[in-house]
């Protein structure tokens, strides 16, 4: 991809030719680190964060640097770790909301079970909005349908559709006021059935990749009653937003909600 050309391919200080990349999440310039020559530590090559410029490829961001998540795998986070501004990294979040919200839909049903109907997205938005989840440590522009479910908190279950099979026999299972009307949950006296998210927890593959999970959390009457960890697939959001523009499930309603609560900066 790079055809080995500058400035991909760049001489150095000490007249060695290395190569150059940028990094995914603080948009920093990285060195390819092991592509032609074995390493002793790991089968793997990897990116090193520079702490410069490098020419043509990226200017050096300190601040950007303090907050990559693939800089710092392996931190503790919690959900009250927020940087200070959004700065480029906030609105680059942002913009993906923006403009990729019915793909966000799409997976948080996928990984939950849970359909997200147009008035779940509108909660979840005013949620993730007032926590101001785009400024969240954890927070890059790879994990984005993750750490909106994550920042946009616990919400109630009552009236929403339950896609996966499993999920509902389950709340049937330990739910004894609530039955289902088709896929949709519905209740026979007042009951309290919630979702949330808890744990986001980052780490270093044996590959030098980032690997990112969470878990979900079902709560009946205030008893959690289900538990499941999710693995963040980086890849397939990734290639959901490459291809969205040929995709028949896009849905133009949940991107327009999301437009309203963040709309495009002039
Ligand atoms: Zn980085």
Not at 184 to 192: E, G, L, N, S
Not at 227 to 242: A, E, V
Request: glycine share 4%.
């Amino acid at each position: 991809m790079t055809r080995k050309a500058d400035p991909f391919y760049q001489h150095n200080d000490k007249g060695e030719i290395v190569q150059y990349a940028v990094c995914p999440d603080c948009n920093n310039p990285i060195q390819i680190i092991g592509l032609y020559t074995k390493l002793k530590n790991t089968d793997h090559p990897y990116g090193k964060h520079c702490t410069r410029s490098i020419r043509d490829i990226a200017d050096y961001n300190a601040q950007a640097f303090e907050y990559c998540s693939l800089a710092n795998p392996n931190r503790s986070l919690n959900k009250d770790m927020k940087r200070k501004s959004k700065g480029e990294k906030g609105e680059q979040i942002i913009s993906i909301i923006r403009n990729y919200f019915d793909q966000i839909a799409f997976i948080f049903s996928k990984f939950t079970g849970i359909y997200m109907s147009r008035g779940l997205a509108v909660r979840m938005l005013k949620k993730y909005k007032s926590s101001e989840g785009y400024l969240y440590f954890g927070a890059n522009s790879m994990n984005v349908p993750w750490i909106f479910a994550y920042m946009a908190n616990n919400h109630s279950l009552f009236g929403q559709k339950i896609v996966d099979d499993t999920l509902r026999e389950l709340i049937k299972k330990n739910c004894q006021n609530i039955y289902f009307e088709g896929e949709w949950i519905r209740t026979k006296k007042y009951t309290d059935i919630e979702f949330w998210f808890t744990k986001h927890r980052q780490t270093m593959t044996p590959e030098n990749g980032l690997s990112e999970s969470m878990e979900l959390k079902l709560t009946y009457n205030g008893k959690t009653f289900f538990s499941k960890k999710i693995d963040f697939d980086h890849d397939y959001f990734q290639n959901l937003m490459n291809y969205s523009d040929d995709c028949r499930t896009r849905k133009k309603e949940l991107t327009d909600k999301a437009k309203e609560f963040f709309p495009a900066a002039d």
